[in-house]
């Protein structure tokens, strides 16, 4: 039976409004507000809406303005749950609201609360706002201009050199600085110093015109190391050591960004343990060693000159 709580239910309304609160705890970086909550209770009863179900459930709502309801709270018993008791409870909320002139209905609904917000999504409640939050030392790192420098070399897997100094000038309309590495000759320029997209669209040429493999390693704004792997013209690997760093991403878009050890190790002759060991990601610049060392490392591995 749904009726409206006196000022004799005080006790039973606020061990319910306490209940909630323990099986639903706020986020840890908010102040306990609890105390404020229960007094402010018995302000509520005989001026607010607030219903009870037996001893088993609570609905506390109130006007918030003309044409806005406010549902503070709707909790039942977990050993009441089940048969609708929730939503009764609303329903005479809703009603009362109704009866008091009001149109609307919101309430607040934290995003963990993965059952709750589809029982309310199910009653026809819709989002509509969202409240985000963040540490605010990750803001700040995130959040901080950068100032490093981008730079980034191209490594073709080839001894040619006189082919990929021609090659190089049709796609940079310049000569670059071309060196020779062991088994790989290293390509570096001005233009590709100055756009990683550029860098990246030099290798995957390269790797086109030779017909084999090429690496674009470098630097971005000093925080962000970067790679493409190709072979034969295609990107078969790209790795990013921060994936979100310049905004979110869907999962997979991320999770692809991660280095693909056996590609690698295949391509390059680098030990696939030891890939995995050093090219790692992370959400935040500072869960990884500066870029500058993450980079030589990187470089290490791969059998090419940092």
Request: proline share 6%; charged share 30%.
């Amino acid at each position: 039976m749904i009726r409206a709580a006196t000022t004799d239910d005080l006790p039973l309304v606020r061990e319910l409004w306490q209940a909630f609160n323990e099986e639903i705890p706020d986020e840890p970086w908010r102040e306990d507000d609890l105390a404020e909550d229960l007094t402010w209770l018995e302000q509520a009863i005989g001026k607010e809406i607030v219903l009870l179900a037996d001893e088993s459930g609570l609905a506390v709502a109130r006007r918030r303005g003309d044409r806005l309801g406010f549902l503070e709270v709707v909790y039942v018993r977990p050993e009441a749950r089940g048969g609708g008791l929730a939503a009764e409870l609303v329903r005479e909320a809703v009603t009362l609201l109704r009866e008091a002139g009001a149109e609307m209905l919101e309430l607040e609904v934290l995003a963990s609360n993965v059952e709750a917000r589809a029982i309310y999504e199910r009653w026809g409640l819709k989002p509509v706002e969202l409240t985000l939050g963040a540490p605010l030392a990750e803001l700040e790192q995130r959040l901080a201009m950068p100032d490093g420098p981008t730079f980034g070399f191209v490594h073709v897997q080839t001894d040619d050199v006189e082919k990929v100094k021609r090659d190089s000038v049709k796609v940079l309309r310049l000569e670059p600085d071309v060196e020779v590495e062991g088994n790989w000759i290293r390509v570096r320029s001005d233009p590709t110093d100055a756009d990683p997209e550029q860098l990246k669209a030099l290798a995957k040429e390269l790797s086109y015109t030779t017909g084999g493999v090429t690496l674009s390693l470098g630097i971005q704004v000093g925080t962000v190391v970067r790679y493409d792997l190709f072979d034969r013209g295609a990107d078969v690997d790209e790795y990013q050591s921060v994936p979100e760093y310049y905004g979110t991403l869907p999962p997979g878009d991320a999770y692809a960004l991660g280095a693909n050890a056996t590609v690698v190790g295949r391509l390059t002759g680098a030990d696939p343990r030891r890939v995995r060991e050093v090219a790692r990601t992370a959400a935040t610049p500072g869960e990884l060693p500066p870029a500058q060392e993450l980079y030589e490392q990187i470089a290490t591995v791969m059998g090419v000159q940092p």
